[in-house]
């Protein structure tokens, strides 16, 4: 939602599209931003390095595949695009599961003190600084358990479909949060509720905050029927007419009058109503997992910081002696 872009990242969400002629040097943007410059080969028998706007992925491993020695998982990751910071920390502030502790530094800065002790409810991580840093910042410093390493899939999926509405959390930003975060990660909240086309030149997307709410502290309903247009996907930067302001006009008009289009409803009283959650199982997978597949000998729960470090203890010594 544009709600959490501008409250977790700091980035505005208001103003004009982002659109226009997709026109530009390439080449030069690319050495700007990278510092490396993509050429195309001589030879025209070769494929080309540079397609449009778009830099051939085997060009890019070539230059920035080396890792440090000390790379971690995610810095290895590369069957995944996009934001990944916003989609990790939008989970860990709305998903129990897998949300691991934050952890701030003691006043007399020796030691660290978890944010679970029956003493000390910190609103945010201790690296975060009231009025300046965005939501972000409130993660740097984060403790991660073993339950957190890649090997646990099978375990999270599971977790997943045995998730219970106590174990999400749908309106994460409090009064206290919001009053401690700047004024960028709130401008703009008058169309956050907006059911709008979100556009970056060639790419639109539907923002759809009917089908969340919860999140804003409203009953569901069944929301409104959503046309994806799989055409727009048809489209890139490499097609002759890159003139995005024409061909996405409708689009543009659309967010133009996006102060329009705000979703609203009732307050939520504590329960979904039925004929929107007989809707829900019609229309969704239910499961992550296969029911013919086997499931994990033990099932991930909630549990406590000491829970966890002596179970993940008696995991490493038991798995020393197979």
């Known amino acids: ?17 982002v659109i226009g002629h ?15 410059r993509p050429e195309n080969p001589q030879d025209p028998t070769q494929p080309k390095i540079i397609v449009g706007s778009s830099v051939k992925l085997t060009w890019l491993r070539q230059h920035f ?24 920390i939008w989970s860990w502030e709305h998903i129990h599961i897998g949300r691991p502790i934050i ?31 965005p939501l972000a910042v409130s993660w740097l410093r984060v403790y991660l358990s073993r339950s957190h390493s890649p090997h646990t899939l099978v375990y999270y999926r599971d977790a997943l479909d ?18 401690a975060l700047p004024h960028i990660c709130t401008s703009g ?20 905050p009917d089908r969340v709410m919860r999140q804003f502290g409203l009953e569901q309903v ?4 959503c046309d994806t247009q799989p055409q727009l996907h048809a489209i890139d930067r490499r097609t002759g007419d890159k003139n995005y302001l024409v061909r996405h006009r409708s689009h543009v008009d659309a967010w133009n009058d996006r102060a329009s289009t705000l979703v609203g409803g009732d307050n939520f009283t504590g329960h979904s109503s039925a004929m929107y959650m007989s809707w829900y199982r019609r229309i969704s997978i239910l499961r992550l997992t296969n029911t013919a597949f086997a499931q994990p000998g033990s099932h991930y729960h909630p549990t406590s910081t000491f ?16």
Request: aromatic letters at 6%.
């Open 222 to 225: 069944i929301p409104q029927a």
């Open 22 to 36: 997709g026109e530009g040097n390439w080449p030069a943007l690319v050495h700007e931003l990278l510092g490396v």
């Open 307 to 322: 829970l966890v470090r002596f179970l993940s203890t008696l995991i490493t010594n038991s798995n020393s002696f197979k």
């Open 65 to 88: 595949s080396a890792l440090e020695d000390d790379a971690d998982d995610v810095t290895g990751a590369k069957d995944i695009g996009g934001c990944l910071m916003l989609l990790q």
């Open 103 to 133: 952890r701030t530094v003691r006043p007399d800065g020796q030691n660290d003190q978890e944010d679970d002790a029956d003493d000390f409810e910190p609103i945010l991580g201790s690296q975060h600084r009231r009025g300046v840093d």
């Open 189 to 208: 909240h008058e169309i956050w509720r907006s059911r709008c086309p979100l556009i970056c030149f060639d790419i639109v997307e539907l923002h759809l």
């Open 1 to 17: 939602m544009l709600q959490d872009v501008a409250v977790i990242m700091g980035l505005p969400v208001e103003g004009q599209a």
């Open 162 to 179: 045995r998730q219970r509405d106590e174990q999400m959390t749908w309106q994460p930003y409090t009064a206290a949060k919001m009053e």
